[in-house]
């Protein structure tokens, strides 16, 4: 197969951004396939947090001085970059939060908690993170609502026929993962969310894994709520996006509150402030979003789709690598999957494997990864996880794959 030179040398072209790379792990170089769980920060992101902490380290929205001025506007900018990022309509959808888990916990608790009443029922998938299943079950205990899960099959993937099948007048929301964490599957979302809306549901999409993965568009997929993971994106952690549309945001209570998200206050009776400020109490991460800023910046500088393409080739070739060692099973054979390879080797806990593997200076993931009902699903207690970034080599992978054979040698 022909490849683009452009696509091919992304990790090659992106590495020295990464200062990160460049430091060794047990006398060896690090190689870091565990981008799945927080991307490393690129040069851009750790300079514009470093600049707000060096030269202008102030509150924003409340001052009249420079430097209040000057942080607010490098913060509030990231709120149109991240519009930008998801084609949402306006600024005011674009809500500022802690992570995705939050994200989903006020949507949980703001939304759901106000319009949803004991009986009517949330659809969710097999696969979800353990911060879109346990703010559903909060709430169920809470009002009564009833938790309903969607099947999946061998290879990872919702069998859409039963899924649409939990579908009824009863279903006031579906909130499901774009992207496993676990297994890689790419959900068909705009499919999913279509089926859903037939129903009258609102539909929320958990995307802590589409936003580093994929082109987002909340107005085609006609989500009502999409979440971001932003220390995913190459961003800061502690950062986090709830997008929601207007008309929701707008007739939803707060969900926290203290200063910045009011109009007035007497002890009679508080007013709240509009849309996005409602969401947003007390003083948010200033140098955290600045950096996301900085990072969607670097993300649309080498191009989503390019970098897409780039981890679907990187993916492949994992995969036939892997795949190549005996007793070595892959968890998860969606047909539409992004750059997450997990597995489990006959005779070693995941653990000792990431254990060896660390010694060889790789950096995986071994555990449930938050997806113990996925796990169960399995037939396993856990996998061991390698996902990939932007700045992921070939190489990288054939270190892994001498790594896991080793580890089979020493372990098996």
Not at 28 to 40: Q, R
Not at 53 to 77: C, I, K, M, P
Not at 82 to 107: D, M, P, Q, W, Y
Not at 146 to 158: F, Q
Request: with cysteine; net charge neutral; hydrophobic share 40%.
């Amino acid at each position: 197969m022909a490849h683009s030179p452009t696509i091919m040398n992304i990790g090659e072209k992106v590495r020295d951004d990464f200062p990160a790379l460049s430091r060794t792990i047990h006398g060896k170089p690090l190689i870091y396939l565990d981008s799945a769980a927080t991307a490393l920060k690129p040069k851009p992101v750790i300079e514009a947090t470093r600049a707000y902490y060096a030269e202008n380290s102030a509150n924003v929205h409340r001052g009249v001085h420079t430097l209040s001025q000057l942080a607010t506007d490098a913060f509030e900018s990231t709120r149109e970059k991240v519009r930008a990022f998801v084609n949402a309509r306006e600024e005011a959808e674009i809500i500022f939060t802690k992570g995705c888990t939050e994200a989903i916990n006020l949507v949980a608790q703001s939304y759901a908690r106000t319009f949803l009443k004991a009986g009517d029922e949330i659809v969710i998938t097999t696969m979800e993170h353990h911060s879109n299943i346990v703010p559903w079950q909060i709430l169920c205990e809470q009002i009564g609502t009833v938790l309903r899960v969607a099947p999946i099959n061998d290879d990872g993937e919702v069998i859409l026929e039963e899924y649409e099948q939990l579908l009824s007048e009863k279903t006031k929301i579906v909130a499901l993962v774009h992207i496993s964490n676990s297994i890689g599957t790419i959900n068909p979302a705009k499919q999913m969310i279509a089926m859903a809306k037939k129903h009258g549901a609102i539909c929320l999409v958990d995307g802590a894994q589409g936003g580093p993965h994929l082109q987002i568009n909340v107005q085609d997929i006609d989500a009502d709520f999409y979440t971001l993971s932003c220390h995913k994106i190459y961003g800061p952690t502690g950062t986090g996006i709830l997008y929601g549309k207007r008309t929701l945001l707008e007739k939803m209570p707060p969900y926290q509150s203290g200063g910045s998200m009011i109009r007035t206050v007497s002890f009679e009776k508080t007013t709240y402030a509009e849309i996005p400020a409602k969401f947003e109490p007390g003083t948010p991460n200033i140098a955290g979003f600045i950096g996301l800023g900085a990072a969607i910046d670097y993300v649309q500088s080498i191009g989503k789709e390019a970098i897409a393409s780039y981890e679907h080739e990187l993916l492949a070739y994992g995969t036939q690598l892997l795949s190549d060692i005996p007793g070595l099973t892959i968890r998860g054979q969606a047909r539409e999957k992004a750059g997450i390879l997990a597995f489990t080797l006959e005779g070693v806990h995941p653990h000792d494997l990431g254990t060896v593997l660390d010694a060889e200076g790789i950096a995986i993931r071994a555990g449930h990864h938050c997806t113990m009902p996925l796990m169960k699903r399995m037939g396993v207690p856990a996998t061991a996880r390698a996902s990939l970034g932007m700045y992921t080599m070939k190489s990288d992978l054939d270190a892994l794959q001498r790594a896991v054979r080793k580890a089979k040698e020493i372990l098996g």
